[in-house]
């Protein structure tokens, strides 16, 4: 595939928009022709066009250093990541299976037990994790539902397979992101979007807003009072949550702003005086939000709503506990979870995954540890783990010892391929890996984002695409296949 | 509105009003310096005086040090330096709800003061670097008013600009009757020009000789400042512009008490016989129910406790 002057290739990883042969592939062959015939100075006017725009717009995203905190313009890539719409249908049956299951699995560890019971998954495991939270055991959210927002992290590999790398429980972040990345691309290409019928995403924040009245206590009259809290402008998605406030038209509320009354119902200090909250969604993390229930030097909470929370007069999304079943061991028993309480097999599989809590498997990983990826079990963001085949010796080293010392903690998976697409690097198009983070909602029904925010590793080969650490995004496409 | 949201535009407004006021006030004192004789006995300390910082500043009277302290000094609740952060961050919290070019400009003034006070600033600079900080507040301001709808948040705004600044007008006057308390040479000597840089303090002096009389005289000045209606800096018409900003605000009972009880405390007509003394414990007396009207303030729509 020519673009501009240059040949386009894929170097033997998948392209989601290019095949081996170097045509395009069906779902992409608009997309193609039009980028194709774009000279590079035209790339790069349209790429500055969509950099103003996004400081225009102030799309931004903060990162820490040294103590400071830097507001960066949020790095958009100019060219679309397209995926077929047959192919998002089954992924996205298998995200709902997937968030469905979850649930079922954390309401039974904080109240039946039942698949510790049956064995299926090692109590221990559990009864380790620092993120089976003793203050949760017997509560019943309504629905049933723990984790109304998840953010799964989607990988294809070489033969193009999808896999979930990760499920984010807690507090996911980047939905803002998707949905001003299509805003930014509408506004730059118009034209493109006549020649495609491409799935919308902006009615995310009303799915967002339904969710959140629906899982609000089941007495309330009218409609629900509902809160962003955040932890406050200096936290790195504090945009984010302002913007997510903002769309729901909804007060975005800080722990000072709240309070639990002796009738162990949640309140806003408003000028108008105290005024009743139904629904918490809360963006701090669990052990933040009460200095009651959990750590008492927390500045961010608001105490009692731990009491409030368990006593049914108030929602909170996620649940706290949630985040029992975003650890990476648990992760690599989510097929076996599904198969138990769906009795079906799951959609979409795992990346093979080695338990280090495992005498053989760990000796496995500590014999092939240059071949593969090592993850501690609760870090995210990309921290603190080794990627193997671009680790020295020493790297290596480190984490065997690491690993021998605290076992349960790591888990390792094969180096994956990651998939790549064409990206404007300087003048010229070029392959870069990339992942997908669809959001998840689920309240009385499940719902899926069409797509969901797709990361660019901007550095070549790499494969790290966290934007504190220098990656780019994409807006994704959702394409209707052509009848 | 959050009751966060209300308090940050509120000290907003103040600290606005805080920042405009303190380069007015100095600017004035460094040229009421210039024309009183060294015997007069009025000197830097003054300053601190006015500002009620006597206990905080304990260095040298000397002009460099008093400056420093009252402009630069960021550990001074009453710098410049300090109520230009403030103000600037209140209303970088409060983006949500204020014009955009408000926050262009105060952050513009913040970046711009802290640049400047960085370094040491030589006497003859200062005139034209106050004049400069004085001309953006009441750019801010204008922009505000020109601006924003007038909802709650400029409500909350407007209060706390009325409040600081009948409590400014409050000091400077406790300061002048200082001077009529101190010596009655001076007062009878340079008693016109004492009282006219005190009128200048608040940009009040064209106002008075148009309104009130034209040769200036101590307690015709006070009255004005303390009883006039239509100057914008005097404290009755503060509390008046206070109360038709209340008004439009929810459980406003209390604070429309309040802020009756400062105006009926106002001495009007002023007894004839009113010496330095007791304009200083009057002055007290106003600050101190100020204070109460903030007191209010915060405890009705800032930490409310119970269900409305």
Known sequence: MQFGSKTYRADGFYDELIKADGTARPHAEKLVDYFSAMRPEQLLERQDAVDSTIVDMGISFTIYSQGDNIDRAWPLDIIPRAMPGSEWDRVESGLKQRLAALNLFIDDLYNDRRILKDKIVPAELIDSSRNYLAPCRGAKPRHGVWAHICGSDLVRDGDGTIYVLEDNLRVPSGVSYMLENRNVIKRVFPSIFRNHRVRPVSEYPSALSRMLQSIAPAEVRGKPEIVVLTPGVFNSAYFEHSYLARTMGVELVEGSDLMVDSDDCVYMRTIDGLKRVDTVYRRIDDTFIDPEAFRPDSMLGVPGMMRAWRAGNVALANAPGSGVADDKVIYSYVPEIIKYYMDEDAIIPNVPTWRCSDPKQLDHVLKNIADLVVKPANESGGYGMLVGPHATRAEHDKFRELLKADPRNYIAQPTLSLSTAPTLCDDTLEPRHLDLRPFILQGDTISVTAGGLTRVAMVKGSLVVNSSQGGGSKDTWIVEDAD | ?308
């Open chain 2, 1 to 308: 509105m959050l009751s966060r949201a209300a308090e940050r535009v509120y000290w907003a407004g103040r600290y606005l009003e805080r920042a405009e006021n303190t380069a007015r006030i100095v600017q004035q004192h460094s040229q009421l310096l210039l024309d009183l004789p060294e015997e007069a006995g009025v000197g830097w300390y003054e300053l601190i005086r006015i500002f009620g910082a006597e206990d905080a500043f304990d260095d040298d009277h000397n002009e460099q040090a008093t400056h420093d302290f009252l402009l630069a000094d960021t550990n001074n609740g009453t710098s410049l330096n300090f109520c230009i952060k403030m103000a600037r961050d209140n209303i970088r919290n409060s983006r949500d709800l204020l014009p955009q070019e408000s926050w262009e400009n105060a952050n513009e003034l913040y970046q711009t003061v802290r640049k400047r006070l960085a370094q040491p600033m030589p006497g003859e600079s200062r005139f034209e670097f106050l004049s400069d900080c004085i001309g953006r507040c009441q750019q801010i301001n204008g922009i505000l008013i020109g601006t924003m709808s007038h909802h709650n948040a400029y409500h909350f705004l407007t209060l706390g600009q009325r409040l600081e600044r009948a409590d400014m007008t409050s000091r400077i006057i406790d300061v002048a009757a200082t001077y009529l308390q101190q010596n009655e040479r001076l007062v009878l000597r340079y008693g016109s020009t004492l009282w006219t840089n005190v009128l200048k303090s608040v940009s009040g002096f064209q106002m008075y000789r148009q309104f009130c009389q034209p040769e200036v005289e101590g307690l015709m000045a006070i009255d004005f400042l303390l009883n006039d209606e239509a100057f914008p800096r005097a404290v009755r018409a503060c509390m008046e512009e206070a109360k038709h900003t209340v008004a439009a605000l929810p459980r406003n009972a209390n604070l429309v008490r309040e802020l009756d009880r400062v105006e009926n405390s106002l001495p009007s007509p002023l007894p004839d016989e009113l010496d330095g003394a007791r304009v200083s414990k009057l002055m007290d007396s106003l600050q101190q129910q100020l204070a109460n009207v903030h007191t209010a303030v915060v405890k009705t729509w800032f930490l409310p406790a119970n269900t409305a």
